[in-house]
């Protein structure tokens, strides 16, 4: 009897109002299962991340002929490297042969990839260079048999793929972000990653997101943040696929300390959909920048990195790693993982008030609204 594979439908998209959070002073959250439920993930796998510029990392990780970078995302793991030309690539870190994962971590690639299980190896631009015992094999289909790419951009210093064909170009995408990005960090190119921390998180990457968009929890949960950027002033500005918090800054030894004369003196942090954040911090020529790699419904694989144009640092440098990596990101740690936790409560009602005030002030959440109207959507299709 001919067997036939059960037909597989797509995960069906969360059902909103077409107006959902279109009235922002007015608006609530979105409801908690779609923070909880992994029928709601698989649809943002395929339907938001498959679709969407995905960061993976800075350019200074793929500086050399032969670097190359792997990543985990939405359950494939993503292989970069930069060719023996210095052409940028991107694959699904997957042999065409059986399936084995080809690379790991970071490093320095041979000329020739080759897979640890049957030795089937590739040249650095994907094509199959030799496949053991495949003369001997009918009809094999050598030029068939290339690794699957995906598209690569290099974009304000740090390097993007798309799984999506047919996705708009990353410019289009980020209309505006460039331009603005290069005035208020012009050397992010020749930046280096000089503190990386990895988190396996136990919350949902919206949740993750949602934290960052406001200022109104800063206060209360970053009280040595507050020290130096205060809320007063502190204004969230939309321009399509991205947004912009920025904030005057003052030094101040226990969070950000730097040079009166120092071109930045604010803080300026940059979402791009989905969920990559980039934070230039109050100084000159220094970054930290939030990665978010989903792998379930509750559970958000991030990369916190502090990048500096020197890897070794002086000691306020070294300071403000400490407090970046000890005090600062424990604290959204936390915060991210208990809301996490009572979205699933009982005595949670289900949705949240989003606190949007009409001046657009420094603690208003206007910024919540307008993520969640993006998210709302894409489950539009």
Same mark, same amino acid.
């Given at each position: 009897?001919?067997?036939?594979?059960?037909?597989? #439908?797509?995960?069906?998209?969360?059902? $909103?109002?077409?107006?959902?959070?279109?009235?922002?002073?007015?608006? =609530?959250?979105?409801?908690?299962?779609?923070?909880?439920?992994?029928?709601?993930? !698989?649809? &943002?796998? &395929?339907?938001? #991340?498959?679709?969407?510029?995905?960061?993976?990392?800075?350019?200074?990780? /793929?500086?050399?002929?032969?670097?190359?970078?792997?990543?985990?995302?939405?359950?494939?793991?993503?292989?970069?490297?930069? +060719?023996?030309?210095?052409?940028?690539?991107?694959?699904?870190?997957?042999?065409?042969?059986?399936?084995?994962?080809?690379?790991?971590?970071?490093?320095?690639?041979?000329?020739?990839?080759?897979?640890?299980?049957?030795? %089937?190896?590739?040249?650095?631009?994907?094509?199959?260079?030799?496949?053991?015992?495949?003369?001997?094999?009918?009809?094999? +289909?050598?030029?068939?048999?290339?690794?699957?790419? $995906?598209?690569?951009?290099?974009?304000?210093?740090?390097? #993007?793929?798309?799984?999506?064909?047919?996705?708009?170009?990353?410019?289009?995408?980020?209309?505006?972000?460039?331009?603005?990005?290069?005035?208020?960090?012009?050397?992010?190119?020749?930046?280096?990653?000089?503190?990386?921390?990895?988190?396996?998180?136990?919350?949902?990457?919206?949740?993750?997101?949602?934290?960052?968009?406001?200022?109104?929890?800063?206060?209360?949960?970053?009280?040595?943040?507050? !020290?130096?950027?205060?809320?007063?002033?502190?204004?969230?500005? #939309? =321009?399509?696929?991205?947004? /912009?918090?920025?904030?005057?800054?003052?030094?101040? +030894?226990?969070?950000?300390?730097?040079?009166?004369?120092?071109?930045?003196?604010?803080?300026?942090?940059?979402? $791009?959909?989905?969920?990559?954040?980039?934070?230039?911090?109050?100084?000159?020529?220094?970054?930290?920048?939030?990665? &978010?790699?989903?792998?379930?419904?509750?559970?958000?694989?991030?990369?916190?990195?502090?990048?500096?144009?020197?890897?070794?640092?002086? &000691?306020?440098?070294?300071?403000?790693?400490? %407090?970046?990596?000890?005090?600062?990101?424990?604290? +959204?740690?936390?915060?991210?993982?208990?809301?996490?936790?009572?979205?699933?409560?009982?005595?949670?009602?289900?949705?949240?008030?989003?606190?949007?005030?009409?001046?657009?002030?420094?603690?208003?959440?206007?910024?919540?609204?307008?993520? =969640?109207?993006?998210?709302?959507?894409?489950?539009?299709?």
């Amino acid at each position: 009897m001919q067997q036939y594979a059960a037909v597989q #439908f797509p995960p069906a998209a969360p059902q $909103l109002p077409a107006d959902f959070c279109s009235d922002i002073d007015r608006a =609530h959250t979105l409801p908690a299962r779609c923070y909880t439920a992994d029928e709601v993930f !698989q649809y &943002e796998k &395929e339907q938001i #991340f498959a679709k969407s510029w995905l960061c993976l990392c800075h350019g200074s990780e /793929l500086a050399r002929p032969n670097d190359y970078v792997t990543r985990r995302v939405i359950g494939e793991n993503i292989l970069l490297l930069r +060719d023996r030309d210095g052409a940028l690539r991107a694959f699904y870190n997957v042999c065409p042969h059986r399936g084995h994962e080809l690379l790991s971590g970071s490093g320095q690639a041979k000329n020739v990839i080759t897979c640890p299980y049957h030795a %089937w190896a590739f040249k650095l631009d994907g094509q199959l260079a030799h496949a053991r015992n495949c003369e001997q094999v009918a009809d094999f +289909d050598r030029a068939g048999n290339h690794l699957s790419p $995906l598209r690569v951009a290099e974009y304000c210093g740090f390097v #993007f793929v798309n799984m999506d064909p047919d996705a708009p170009d990353i410019h289009v995408e980020y209309a505006g972000l460039q331009e603005h990005f290069m005035q208020v960090c012009p050397q992010v190119a020749d930046l280096k990653v000089a503190e990386r921390v990895v988190t396996t998180t136990p919350a949902n990457w919206k949740v993750i997101v949602d934290n960052y968009m406001e200022c109104y929890h800063c206060a209360p949960a970053h009280p040595s943040f507050s !020290q130096s950027v205060s809320t007063e002033g502190y204004t969230h500005s #939309f =321009h399509g696929r991205w947004t /912009l918090q920025r904030g005057a800054a003052q030094s101040s +030894d226990s969070s950000y300390a730097f040079d009166g004369e120092a071109a930045n003196q604010a803080f300026n942090g940059y979402w $791009l959909w989905p969920g990559v954040m980039f934070n230039v911090v109050p100084g000159d020529a220094a970054m930290t920048v939030i990665y &978010e790699f989903p792998e379930s419904a509750g559970v958000t694989v991030q990369h916190y990195d502090i990048l500096f144009l020197n890897q070794d640092l002086n &000691e306020e440098q070294r300071r403000f790693v400490n %407090w970046a990596r000890d005090e600062f990101r424990p604290e +959204d740690l936390r915060l991210v993982e208990s809301v996490q936790r009572g979205l699933q409560s009982r005595g949670y009602r289900g949705q949240g008030r989003i606190m949007a005030d009409s001046q657009r002030s420094g603690i208003s959440e206007h910024g919540i609204a307008y993520f =969640h109207q993006m998210v709302a959507a894409a489950y539009r299709g």
